[in-house]
């Protein structure tokens, strides 16, 4: 069974700073993505890495997928209050079981 | 991306009793999974929905609790049968086309009284 560990589990900074989510695994993904979930939302899908040591650029957010690809991580620059919720990684779906990470709740405070 | 529309958004329930939440994808879709969210936690997969013949369960999930139908290409039911408090979490639809992202819906929450 591949498992996705994400870290922190719970991150609540102010406004304007800078974070930095991870997640690793001991397994090797053709893909990773990473999802966004608001409270009474589904996750929404942000970006997919699928290159080890592609780095993708969505606004104010980056994401980097690990040289091994078995990690990868999503860098916020300057966090807003719209930013606050579930960040989920995940990997293998296609035609096989998707793995969700426990997710990295993220509170911005204005 | 396809649009997937799941009703009802909420609903609470009395134990012993069982309730059938509906999928409904507004194009063909070749995958379709139904997934649990418990408060606070991350996705748990129940199980893979497949068309036209039973469905695939992860470990720890049975049919028999819950029951799910794909009768077509773009519409899935799951029921949770003979609910007991445990049971309240959210229940999304999830729909892919068999490249690695998943798509879902806004999901169903469920409160079990």
């Known amino acids: 069974t591949q498992l996705l560990e994400q870290s922190p589990q719970f991150l609540s900074i102010q406004e304007g700073e800078n974070l930095t989510v991870y997640c690793n695994s001991s397994?090797?993904?053709?893909?990773l993505q990473w999802y966004r979930q608001e409270p009474g939302e589904g996750p929404v899908l942000l970006v997919t890495?699928?290159?080890?040591?592609e780095v993708k650029k969505l606004k104010r957010l980056t994401f980097q997928f690990g040289d091994a690809r078995k990690d990868s991580s999503l860098h916020i620059t300057a966090a807003q209050p719209g930013d606050t919720g579930l960040y989920l990684c995940?990997?293998?779906?296609?035609?096989?079981?998707?793995?969700f990470g426990i997710g990295t709740k993220l509170q911005v405070i204005p | 991306s396809a649009v997937i529309s799941q009703k009802p958004s909420r609903d609470i329930c009395q134990r012993g009793t069982s309730l059938t939440i509906q999928c409904q994808v507004d194009s063909q879709v070749t995958m379709m999974f139904w997934y649990r969210q418990q408060p606070g936690q991350s996705l748990t997969l129940i199980a893979t929905a497949n068309q036209g013949s039973e469905a695939t369960y992860e470990s720890g999930f049975v049919i028999d609790k819950f029951p799910i139908s794909r009768p077509n290409l773009t519409f899935s039911t799951l029921t949770v049968s003979n609910m007991s408090p445990e049971d309240s979490s959210i229940y999304l639809c999830?729909?892919?086309?068999?490249?690695?992202?998943?798509?879902f819906g806004q999901g169903t929450r469920l409160t079990v009284v």
């Open positions: 397994s090797v993904f053709s893909s």
């Open positions: 890495v699928v290159t080890g040591g």
């Open positions: 995940a990997g293998g779906g296609g035609y096989q079981k998707v793995t």
């Open positions: 999830s729909v892919g086309n068999g490249g690695p992202e998943a798509f």
